[in-house]
Each structure stands twice: as structure tokens, then as C-alpha cells.
């Protein structure tokens, strides 16, 4: 790993406790998302994945979204433990952000409580939330982490994590 482990304070929770294989949980608190100023996302029962080194993916079930702003993008990817995703663009009014979010229409054993719920990129949308706190994207890009007050890292994503 680089860097060093961040030892957890009270009320917070260190990627380096999170399991593999990774773990689904229940959010208990809202979580919104916001995009071209609009709320496109707005539940009390998303579910959450937890994987060490990575903060938490949050999932939104389909009946909590803006169903019309969601158009279903070319493309998937596969992960070994969820199976294959695919993908859909954000559309809200004039604005388009390709490839914002995926869903897992057929998960693996064990990921089935996520069917059909969507996971955003926190950096390609205007704003997501977590009861009252803007998250913060996971770094580099590629993974869909939401980082919030109560999750320490390092997190994996950023330069030079690619092989931990």
C-alpha cells in the first residue's frame, strides 16, 4: 500500500476494515443526486458496497430516480465479484454526461439485493449527498467510490495505487 493506513476516529470507518469479496449494507441515511440543477435521485434505501481500499459505491433503486433523465449508453464492463454492468448517459435538459452511471441488470450470488439499482460517478454529476454532506468523488476516475467525512483511507484510484 502506499501511504500508510489512516487509523478511523470516532464515528468514522477506515477502507482498510472493508472486506473482499465485497459487502452490500443498507444506507440509513438520504441520498440525493443532483444534476444540471435538477434532482434526479432522492431515497432513504439505497445499499452501499463496501471493498477494502475503496470508499463505498453507493446504489440507488430504480423507483427513487428521475427515470427519464437515465438513457441507456452502448457498452459494459465486468466485475469479478458483481458481474457485468452496464451503463447509461445523464440527460437533463441540454446537459449530457456520457456513461454517469451503470447498473448490474444480472448480479452474481450474493449482489443480489442490487439488481437494477444505479451507482453515479460523484465527479460527472453536480452534486451527490449523503444525509446533509456533498460527497466527494473517489480519486482517478475509473472507480465510483463516495468519500464523506466518515470514511479514511488511502484510497485506491489516484496515481500510483493501480496495483494495491
Partial sequence: MIGR???????QESVWDYP???????VKKQVRVIFNGEVIADTRNA?????????????????DLKKEAFKKASGSSFCEWKGSASYFDIVVGDKREAKAAWTYPNPTAGFESIKDHISLYAGRVDACYVGDEKV?????????GWITKEIVGPFKGGPGTWGW
Fill in 5 to 11: 493506513r489512516i487509523e478511523p476516529g470516532p464515528g
Fill in 136 to 144: 466527494e468523488p473517489q480519486p482517478g476516475g475509473f472507480y465510483g
Fill in 20 to 26: 473482499r469479496p465485497p459487502r452490500v449494507e443498507p
Fill in 47 to 63: 445499499k452501499r458496497i463496501l471493498e477494502t481500499s475503496h470508499p463505498p459505491t453507493f446504489y440507488i433503486p430504480p423507483e
